[in-house]
């Protein structure tokens, strides 16, 4: 496996992380649904491609997942809930892009730090997905960590989660029954997450994490 | 009389190269190389000669300094002073200049004073010759300048007498081959330079930089003796050739690069050290804020490359080179960015001093890093590119501050808020100002740039580090460093564009004189040098070489003198080349042509009207941009992460006669996390042991035997 | 032999001049058309620049020697470094006398002198323009120099000529690095030339002024300079990206006439496609404010910076 074969697969992996980057520089939670739509696109090519060229045909079935759900149904129906919520013209304003931006770098130099020297004796191509892995594992975490909206919440969540299922077919392990599995407890999550999301809306009339946090402290006075 | 670091060549090396480069160091290490053309015997002569000449030069400027201390009050002593240093200073600058263009072996004198069983070492090699050029042609020029500013100065009693022990100072710190001369030249220059900062000591603000400046100082000196401690080891070896024999642990090696760091970086200015040197620099008189600045800074680049790079020697591990880079870049990018907040024009070139010893530090960096994984030709490069900074640092940044007090006697002001417009009282000062400008923003074909762009090419060649972290660490300080240089050129299109550009913001800056003839002189030398140095890059990368040669194991850079077109080539041919002369003269031709063919054949005509303006009409100078304003998009880009600012407007409200206010809020980082806790440390304990003060005498002599038993006691557990 | 590179260099020299304002006129050509609009001539420039030249200048009372010499510096500084890319043709005599960082740095002495003239008159808007200008410069260039590091990484320099003729081997290959890097530029690009999220090259109102309200005092042949100068700097930025990212057909050093004839038909197709595209671009997007073009430009930065990252990720396996 060399030459095109590898090429168009670290580009593809490599998108995963640049999109993961676009993540972190939306601050409209439609463009962000959008740019969440891409990252999952990317990840699906990322896996078909990954399908083709270890002939391991189960990894199709990951990437059609991949594509059904998280790139066509999940982003819908989160913009059905945003639309419904009437939050869709909310803006973040935290911390500044810059500054996450900064932080992102950061985690990306950590990531490939820590992998590559971490799997010196494995195959080119499994090291640098699974650096490329933790990579957007950690950008997925930095957006749930600075963003207040519950929405950039879930997709910071379903971003991380893109992390895994790449490390999963980059390290040609992940038997499909799990990942089938682990496909239909993210719908699940979702649809659990979106029931919360109304129940809290009706209760504290925001979505805003830090909304919340606020009305926590005062009760524990 | 040769210093003997083991030649090492690496597998990296070309093969042509190395032989030039082995062929290169056996000429250094035979015993009497001919110097070029010159006959052999008289060569010898002149260099027996040289270092005692070297030596006792100083002393005239030491006798200057007496002969001031008498006659100060005299009007004409000031120009006979500042005319013997500018003597001095050329003749030094000469006789170092061909030490090093002959390209001799190093030279050494042993003088029976100071401690007894040590006397005092002094030796003049590559880098001091270097060095000695920086100081001396920093001191010609800035004495050329006090000729005609001197005679502004209101109190000359109290400057005269310490310029030119403060150079004398200088002079000997590069010279000193041991210890104790070094760290007795050193604290020489310290209270000579801290004496002028205190020139002017009635102002508050000038009491407390000096006070800063010599605690600061001293703890430089401390950190400065402690790492000679550990170089000299338990034998004492004080001499520095006994040093670079010595062998030393690792640990103790590592404590001893840390040491310097401190020591070293205090007097250049790194950050967290850098504290006193906005405050100090500019609290001086102008010329004396340029040695400082332009010159002192270098002197202490000078010292930590001494320790590090010659007496501390192999092997050289390679995170010192990721501490020293790191520092560089981060002092690169907080002393810019400090000093875009500023509108005092002279602090402003202050904190700008900090941004490029950050860049200095830089090359050094690159340079270890690459000498730990011995890499040589690399190391080279970054070498070259420090020196290099050095070289240009001292020329621009001295001819700002000299610039800056030409400003300041024609108007009295330093508050760029209260200048404007000096361009059409001041033209002259005005084109030597924007040439520093230029350079010092590092914009081709200008020396500024050169320098940064040996250090890019540097940087470039960094994928060769083995290690992971250098490997990340080195591309972050190159976006850092290209930050910093972005940054720089903001910033002085506001020291230049406020100060001198625009209408007038007061009387006084509307009623300014043109500046005397010796100072313009000295600028515009000044400014001819940053071309020359700009244009003609590849020669003072020759010139350079001994020197690189020397802290790099015998490795330098290949000849540039023979390049075609004097181009630049420093890393081969196919990798990346410059050509300063071309660029200017391509650009001359340029704007020459379009000015010659559009004058010609279009339109020469040129009337003067009120400025449009969107049609807003006689606008009062207060409408114009002001240094706050100008800076206010960086503010709230770098100064909310950095500086947490905050921008409060206050608007009163329909009816109410107060005007609005605009407040803007700014922490200094550095001090309130690093200095003021410190303080706030310092006076609780001395407020916690006041009661010390008030004792009685029975009190005091149970302390003292207390103190006694518990030493005793301590002694006989340790043993 | 050396003679007729020697002239062919003069040629592209005069090309490039020559050619400026032709792609401006083609830029706001398409961009009419998008708009459904007739608009002017891709001619329109040339006429503007010959009017201009032979208007006489108004100068502000309070404008100095600087204010006069500017649009000269700008434009010889403007002209070398848009002469020194590569364009029908590389490796012509005289474009080792400046690199890739080196023509970075050419625009920033350009930037810099205009910025001072903004400052020159002593008026409000000129203050602004300036003061934003530097402040997206400021960031603008760090991530154009981190372009460069991505691409010395892989190609081992920073000559252009050289450049372009590594990326037309086999060892490029499809890279993310490559990506960021074409990301970065064109973000710095657009930003640089004053194109539409950054700046209105258009309008002169007060609040999306950045690099008009600069050049605000501005009259006849200085104006013409200036104007003439932005050309060539939308010239320079295209025929970077297509030096960089596009290389084919650009005739070698000493090819024949008809290889150079050639690498022109083709320089002229991709300079048209970059318009097109740019002027497409610009018609689908709404200006940004201010104070977030740094957010914008920071994102290049940061781009940047990742694509020099995972280069090493690549290169060390």
């Known amino acids: 496996m060399h030459g095109l074969e590898f090429d168009i697969a670290h580009f593809l992996a490599g998108g995963m992380v640049v999109v993961s980057f676009l993540l972190l520089y939306q601050d409209r939670v439609y463009t962000l649904l959008n740019t969440f739509a891409l990252h999952s696109l990317v990840l699906a090519l990322a896996v078909g491609w990954q399908a083709y060229i270890q002939e391991a045909h189960h990894l199709y079935v990951t990437a059609g997942i991949a594509l059904l759900f998280k790139a066509i149904v999940i982003p819908m129906a989160l913009r059905r809930i945003v639309r419904q919520l009437g939050i869709h013209r909310t803006l973040e304003v935290v911390g500044g892009v810059g500054r996450d931006m900064l932080a992102g770098t950061a985690l990306v130099a950590l990531a490939i730090m820590v992998m590559l020297p971490v799997t010196a004796g494995a195959d080119a191509l499994a090291r640098e997905d699974l650096a490329f892995a933790l990579a957007v594992l950690l950008l997925g975490l930095l957006l749930m960590v600075n963003r207040h909206n519950a929405i950039s919440l879930v997709i910071g969540f379903m971003s991380l989660e893109n992390g895994l299922v790449l490390a999963a077919a980059g390290a040609r392990g992940m038997p499909l029954a799990v990942e089938i599995s682990v496909a239909f407890s993210v719908l699940i999550a979702l649809i659990v997450i979106g029931v919360f999301l109304f129940r809290i809306r009706e209760r504290f009339d925001s979505v805003d994490m830090q909304a919340m946090d606020t009305f926590r402290e005062g009760r524990r006075k | ?719 | 032999m050396a003679m007729t590179e020697y002239f062919v260099q003069g040629c592209h020299m005069l090309l490039v001049l020559l050619l400026a304002p032709l792609l401006t006129g083609w830029v706001r050509w398409v961009k009419a058309r998008l708009l459904r609009r007739r608009g002017p001539s891709p001619l329109q420039p040339y006429r503007d620049l010959v009017k201009l030249l032979r208007k006489d200048v108004v100068l502000a009372d309070s404008a100095s020697w600087l204010f006069r010499a500017a649009p000269y510096l700008v434009f010889a500084a403007l002209w070398v470094a848009a002469a020194l890319v590569p364009t029908f043709a590389g490796g012509l005599p005289f474009m080792w006398a400046a690199d890739l960082i080196a023509i970075v740095a050419l625009l920033g002495t350009a930037r810099f002198f205009l910025a001072l003239a903004g400052l020159d008159v002593g008026t409000s808007f000129g203050g602004i323009g300036s003061s934003r200008e530097m402040m997206i410069a400021s960031l603008a260039e760090p991530a154009m120099l981190m372009m460069v590091f991505t691409l010395s990484l892989l190609a081992g320099t920073t000559e252009l000529s050289s450049v372009a003729r590594f990326m037309l081997t086999a060892a490029v290959g499809l890279r993310v690095s490559l990506a960021l890097a074409l990301l970065a530029l064109t973000i710095v690009a657009i930003a640089e030339n004053a194109r539409i999220p950054v700046d209105n090259p258009a309008t002169h109102l007060e609040l999306t002024m950045v690099h008009e309200a600069m050049v605000l005092e501005y009259s006849g042949r200085h104006l013409a300079l200036i104007e003439l100068g932005a050309s060539l700097k939308l010239l320079l930025y295209l025929s970077l990206i297509a030096c960089i990212f596009a290389p084919w057909g650009m005739a070698g050093a000493g090819a024949g006439l008809k290889a150079y004839l050639f690498g022109g038909m083709v320089y002229a197709a991709k300079l048209a496609f970059g318009g097109l595209l740019l002027a497409l671009f610009e018609t689908s997007i709404a200006k940004m404010r201010v104070f977030r073009v740094d957010q914008f430009l920071g994102a290049a930065l940061m781009l940047g910076l990742l694509g020099a990252l995972l280069l090493f990720v690549s290169r060390s396996l």
Request: charged residues 10%; hydrophobic residues 55%.
């Open chain 2, 1 to 719: 009389m040769i210093v003997a670091t083991p030649l090492k060549i690496t597998q990296a090396l070309a093969g042509s190269r190395i032989d030039r480069t082995i062929e290169s160091r056996f000429t250094l290490m035979r015993p009497d190389p001919p110097p070029r053309g010159s006959p052999r015997a008289s060569g010898i002569r002149f260099s027996r000669m040289l270092l005692p000449l070297l030596l006792g030069l100083p002393l005239v400027l030491l006798a200057g300094g007496v002969y001031a201390v008498v006659a100060s009050r005299r009007p004409e002593s000031g120009r006979r002073i500042h005319g013997a240093a500018l003597a001095v200073c050329l003749l030094l600058l000469a006789l170092a200049l061909g030490y090093l263009l002959a390209r001799d072996s190093p030279l050494e004198l042993a003088l029976p004073l100071g401690l007894p069983w040590l006397g005092m070492h002094f030796r003049l090699d590559a880098l001091s010759a270097f060095f000695l050029i920086v100081v001396n042609l920093g001191g010609a020029i800035t004495s050329l300048f006090a000729l005609g500013y001197g005679q502004h100065e209101r109190a000359p009693e109290r400057v005269l007498p310490f310029f030119p022990t403060f150079l004398a100072g200088m002079n000997w710190v590069v010279l000193a081959d041991d210890a104790f001369s070094f760290l007795f030249a050193w604290e020489f220059m310290s209270l000579g330079s801290w004496a002028l900062v205190m020139a002017h000591h009635q102002e508050p603000a000038n009491a407390r930089a000096g006070y800063l400046y010599l605690v600061m100082a001293f703890f430089g000196t401390l950190a400065l003796l402690l790492a000679f401690g550990l170089l000299a080891g338990p034998a004492g070896g004080y001499d520095f050739a006994a040093m670079r024999a010595a062998q030393i642990t690792p640990g103790r090696s590592a404590l001893v690069l840390v040491l310097a760091l401190l020591g070293a970086g205090s007097k250049a200015g790194l950050v967290p050290l850098h504290v006193w040197l906005p405050l100090a620099h500019p609290a001086a008189p102008s010329h004396v804020s340029a040695l400082m600045s332009g010159v002192m800074t270098k002197v202490a680049v000078y010292g930590f490359i001494r320790i590090v790079f010659d007496l501390l020697g192999e092997p050289v591990l390679w995170w010192w080179g990721g501490v020293v880079l790191a520092a560089g870049g981060v002092t690169a990018v907080l002393g810019v960015l400090y000093a875009l907040m500023q509108h005092d024009l002279k602090r402003l070139l202050a904190y700008h001093t900090v941004e490029n010893i950050g860049i200095i530090f830089i090359g050094l960096g690159l340079a270890l890093a690459f000498q730990a994984n011995l890499l040589y030709f690399n190391a080279a490069l970054a070498l070259s590119a420090a020196l290099f900074h050095v070289l240009n640092h001292s020329l621009f940044k001295s001819l700002l501050f000299l610039g800056s007090g030409a400003v300041l006697t024609a108007t009295g002001e330093r508050d760029m808020e209260r200048l404007g417009g000096l361009i059409h009282r001041m033209p002259q000062t005005a084109l030597a100002f924007l040439v520093g400008s230029a350079a010092i923003s590092a914009l081709p074909p200008l020396n500024g740039f050169v320098s940064e762009w040996m250090t890019f090419q540097a940087i470039l060649n960094s994928p060769e580090l083995p290690q992971w972290l250098l490997k990340f660490l080195v591309p972050a300080v190159g976006a850092l460093l290209a930050l910093s240089a972005a940054l720089a050129a903001t910033c002085f299109v506001k020291a230049f564009g406020i100060t001198f550009l625009g209408r007038p913001r007061s009387p006084a800056a509307a009623q300014a004189r043109e500046t005397d003839r010796y100072s313009l002189a000295a600028m515009f030398v000044l400014a001819g040098l940053c071309l020359l140095a700009g244009i003609l890059p590849g020669l003072v990368v020759d010139g350079l070489a001994p020197v690189v040669a020397l802290l790099n194991g015998g490795a330098r850079l290949v000849d540039q003198y023979n390049q075609p077109w004097l181009t630049l080539v420093p890393v081969g041919a196919l990798k990346s080349s410059y050509n300063g002369l071309l660029v200017m003269l391509f650009m001359a031709l340029a704007a020459f042509a379009a000015a010659l063919l559009i004058h010609r054949f279009a339109s020469a005509v040129a009337r003067r009207g009120p400025a449009w303006d969107c049609g807003f009409p006689d606008a009062s100078p207060a409408t114009q941009y002001t240094a706050g304003s100008f800076a206010q998009p960086i503010r709230r880009v770098f100064g909310t992460l950095v500086f947490q600012a905050r921008e409060r407007v206050t608007m009163p409200p329909p009816g109410d006669q107060r005007a609005a206010r605009l407040d803007v809020e700014l922490h200094d980082p550095v001090w309130e996390r690093a200095y003021a806790p410190i303080a706030a440390a310092v006076i609780a304990l001395s407020t916690r042991f006041n009661y010390l003060q008030y004792l009685t005498i029975r009190h005091y002599l149970s302390l003292v035997f207390g103190a006694l038993v518990v030493l005793l006691l301590g002694m006989a557990l340790w043993r």
